[in-house]
């Protein structure tokens, strides 16, 4: 080995002499923490669990965001309404367009429907439920959103879960059962039943936009189904909230 070798070697490996150096110790760079003031407007990023200590700061955060294309469209960013410590959360597809105009969650003909529903089986919007969707804004022409535009709004969403932290989500047919979930399953085939999704309890149900496109109430039909459905849920809200059907509330 020549000497100018034998050099190379020990500065490359002799990392104990470099330690003992005289002179400041360089320190690594520092990871930059996330820019809580970024995240609006980049989908790509993601959104941590606990970014928000309160449904205002993630208010806020969603009136500014940019995150996906809705944004460029949208009137009013639609982020959700009701009782923040709700037992029971309905989630659904996205803004409509009265919903875009007045940046509340289901006021249009679904949503009056719902509160229909609701009051059918005496549950009080104001005071035990908390609305809001998979998107914030709203997709043009009512279309569904796409895959891109629920993933860019999720941690939104997922934010929304753990802040209002409900006994109970109601998934208002197969857009909000996918973009909560990730299950394909047809609306029909998986509607009343409950199941377990990340240590929650939630049911699928028909979308009232659905109901209201089949006004029949045979046995059978869409609303009859969903009147079973509904009462389903009144019970068990009524046993996790450990009070008796009769009572009232
Ligand atoms: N449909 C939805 O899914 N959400 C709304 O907010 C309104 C209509």
């Known amino acids: 080995m020549s000497g100018s070798e034998q050099s190379e070697q020990i500065s490359l490996f002799d990392l104990g002499g470099l330690a003992a150096a005289p002179g400041p110790v360089p320190t690594p760079p520092a990871m930059p923490p996330i820019a809580l003031d970024r995240l609006p407007t980049d989908g790509r990023l993601p959104i941590p669990p606990g970014t928000y200590d309160n449904l205002e700061a993630l208010f806020d955060h969603c009136r500014q965001c940019q995150r996906c294309g809705l944004a460029a469209g949208r009137t009013n960013v639609v982020v959700g309404r009701g009782l923040p410590t709700a037992p029971l959360m309905i989630i659904g597809e996205g ?6 105009e007045t940046g509340l969650p289901f006021v249009g003909k679904s949503g009056q429907l719902l509160e229909k529903i609701l009051e059918s089986v005496r549950i009080d919007l104001a005071n035990e439920v908390y609305i809001c969707n998979v998107v914030r ?34 998934l208002t ?16 085939k998986i509607r009343g039943q409950w199941m377990d999704w990340d240590g929650r309890l939630c049911m699928p149900i028909f979308h009232p936009a659905y109901l209201l496109r089949n006004q029949s109430r045979e046995k059978g039909s869409p609303k009859w189904l969903m009147w079973q ?3 389903g849920v009144r019970s068990k809200l009524d046993e996790l909230l450990g009070r008796s059907s009769s009572e009232e509330f």
């Not at 959103?145 to 109970?168: D, F, S, W």
């Open 95 to 100: 803004p409509g367009q009265t919903e875009d």
């Open 137 to 170: 804004c709203r997709p043009p022409g009512n279309r569904a959103p796409t895959p891109e535009e629920i993933a860019a709004c999720r941690p939104y969403l997922m934010e929304q879960i753990r802040l209002v932290n409900p006994k109970i989500i109601l």
């Open 173 to 188: 047919g197969a857009t909000a059962v996918r973009g909560v979930t990730g299950r394909k399953d047809g609306i029909t």
């Open 229 to 231: 459905d509904i009462q």
